[in-house]
């Protein structure tokens, strides 16, 4: 069974620039697995960033892009600030109407 | 304003059911794939199941398969989620989501704890 994969946590510095990834354990992420990405902070629903690859959903700062690198889907994070700290997820679609979560990133700003 | 309501969530033995309603406002919820999505205490995100628009496509994680049913009523604007033979760890917050593709929306979600 395919997993989806994101690094476990990831730290960056106040104005620095971070980049986190969601793969997958057997073949590459594509733009038809349309992937999304959420942040989410504690006892909150979580917030849509970008879907369909690299569209930022409405509201969310141009510091936050998507994009495909490698085999991998990215989330970029430009000028990181105090309140993105956060869990952030992405999820993909794996075909026949199943979607996967991958099982999130714990960013640190400090 | 999009509003999605979960509600229906609460206290259930193991072997039991609950059946989870999402009340949609502020948008066509006839035109919209909808979701359910769970997290457990402290856990991540998992997909559980989705609903296309006119209820002929439907689709399960495999962990909920032949337990969970996701229905729709579009002249009410809901969405549902029949559990059935609930086990221990089934208990999660599910949420309501809407439409992955298009920037979804989610629900406050509903908080659902299987324990005897």
């Known amino acids: 069974q395919t997993v989806v994969t994101q690094e476990p946590s990831f730290s960056v510095s106040p104005g620095g620039t971070v980049t986190l990834t969601c793969g997958l354990t057997s073949g590459s992420v594509s733009t038809s697995n349309y992937p999304n990405w959420y942040q989410q902070t504690p006892g909150q629903p979580p917030r849509t960033l970008i879907y369909?690859?690299?569209t930022r959903s409405s509201g969310v700062p141009d510091r936050f892009s998507g994009s495909i690198l490698g085999n991998k889907a990215a989330l970029t994070i430009t000028g990181a600030q105090a309140d993105d700290e956060s869990d952030y997820y992405c999820v993909l679609f794996m075909g026949s109407g199943i979607w996967v979560f991958g099982g999130g990133t714990k960013l640190t700003v400090l | 304003e999009v509003q999605l309501v979960e509600s229906g969530g609460g206290l259930v033995q193991p072997g039991g059911s609950l059946r989870l309603s999402c009340a949609a406002s502020g948008f066509t919820f006839s035109s919209y794939w909808m979701h359910w999505v769970r997290q457990a205490p402290g856990k991540g995100l998992v997909w559980v199941s989705c609903?296309?628009?006119?209820?002929?496509?439907?689709n399960y994680a495999d962990s909920v398969k032949g337990r969970f049913t996701i229905s729709r009523d579009n002249a009410k604007n809901t969405l549902y989620l029949q559990m059935n033979s609930l086990r221990v760890e089934d208990t999660a917050v599910y949420y309501c989501?809407?439409?992955?593709?298009?920037?979804?929306?989610w629900g406050q979600g509903t908080l659902v704890t299987v324990s005897s």
């Open positions: 609903i296309n628009s006119d209820t002929r496509s439907i």
């Open positions: 369909s690859t690299n």
């Open positions: 989501v809407r439409e992955f593709n298009k920037g979804a929306y």
